[in-house]
């Protein structure tokens, strides 16, 4: 009966989004910020107690690979998925950290050059193309040109220079000392209250929640026209 009520509490919230999302197809992000070319959700869970969902809006443009990369492992699409993986890092008023994969690699890519002469990265990490798994893929790393200027926006971790992995964080404040070291690839447009939750956990010495805060569903939702950002 839990798991069903759980599953029920998903499909509510994912249906209310849907609703609440689904307009159109072409959003425009307001700020001088390039279009949202897709939409993508994260139901979050902290100790087993949902909290909420986290909506994030990707700029597909400018950042045509990091959200390929990000769409597919929301969808496990390529046999990896950020369902399952966990917030490792929460730093109040700079930022929050999820994505890590506990598979036993270090930095699950979906993306990349896509030729035969990809190579196994250094620790080994696994890239996903063409529904096989593959040594995680090197290409030239994009940028947006976009500043880390406010709270809600994401970027991809990039702990081995120019491979895509499945670690992003979420600004939970104005970071301009991130700008050139990360690359902003989208913006939380719904559920920055969550973010929020995530932020003001408990943590140790480095940072890491004390709770086990765990991504439990992940997916895409259709585009939606005049989103909006939630700050």
């Known amino acids: 009966m839990i798991a069903f009520d759980r599953v029920s509490v998903y499909l509510t919230a ?3 989004a849907i609703a609440a999302l689904c307009v159109d197809a072409a ?13 993508v959700y994260l139901t979050i869970e902290v100790n087993r107690v949902p909290i909420g969902n986290i909506t994030i809006g990707l700029f597909g443009d400018v ?7 990000f ?6 699409s390529r046999g990896y998925s950020l369902m399952g993986s966990t917030f490792h890092k929460a730093v109040p008023n700079f930022l929050v950290s999820g994505g890590k994969i506990e598979a ?12 035969n002469d990809a190579k196994r990265g250094k620790d080994g990490e696994i890239g996903i193309l ?9 290409f030239r790393k994009e940028s947006s040109g976009l500043k880390h200027s406010a709270p809600g926006l994401v970027s991809m971790l990039d702990p081995e220079h120019d491979k895509l992995g499945s670690q992003f964080i ?19 447009i719904d559920g920055m209250k ?17 709770a086990s805060v765990q991504i439990v569903s992940a997916g895409g939702i259709q585009l939606a026209k005049n989103t909006h950002r939630e700050l």
């Open 14 to 16: 994912l249906a209310a």
């Open 194 to 210: 969550v973010v929020r939750t995530i932020e003001a956990l408990p943590t140790d010495s480095n940072h890491m929640p004390v």
């Open 63 to 69: 950042m045509p690979k990091t959200a390929r990369n």
């Open 170 to 188: 979420i600004t939970a404040a104005s970071a301009p000392f991130l700008d050139g070291q990360l690359t902003v690839f989208g913006m939380v």
């Open 27 to 39: 959003a425009i992000a307001p700020n001088n910020e390039p279009a949202i070319t897709n939409i």
């Open 71 to 76: 769409v597919e492992l929301t969808e496990g």
């Open 130 to 138: 063409d529904n096989k798994l593959r040594p995680a893929l090197d």
């Open 104 to 115: 036993g690699q270090t930095n699950d890519s979906v993306s990349g050059r896509e030729n």
